[in-house]
């Protein structure tokens, strides 16, 4: 009886370790195979990201900048209006010195 427990405790052990085995390879595989799509994952998401630099680079590209140097001279006449406040005709319109202003406040 003693020898038909053991040889039955010894058999229950050998499955035991037969699917612990077999547990541990598939979470071997399992592993492996998340790692690998990981790697991809993140070359694929690095080429998209270099990609769209590179698209919006040569899309900029294509438009010319033009830099604008020009100078413009205007001429503006300076009146006294007889208090010793200046008033400025610049383009028809009267503009007056001191916070004076031309009658129509």
């Known amino acids: 009886m003693m020898k038909e427990l053991k040889d039955e405790n010894i058999e229950n052990i050998e499955v035991t370790n037969k699917l612990l085995l077999e547990l541990i390879k598939s979470q071997k595989q399992n592993t492996s195979n998340m790692i690998k799509m990981f790697i991809v994952t993140v070359v694929s998401l690095s080429i998209i990201i270099l990609g769209t630099v590179i698209g ?30 200046a008033v400025n ?13 031309n009658g129509t406040n």
């Open 56 to 85: 919006f680079l040569v899309y900029e590209s294509q438009f010319e900048t033009v830099a604008s140097d020009y100078e413009y001279e205007v001429e503006q006449d300076a009146e006294s209006n007889g208090s010793g406040d």
């Open 89 to 101: 005709n610049f383009g028809g319109d009267m503009y007056y010195g001191s916070g004076e202003t």
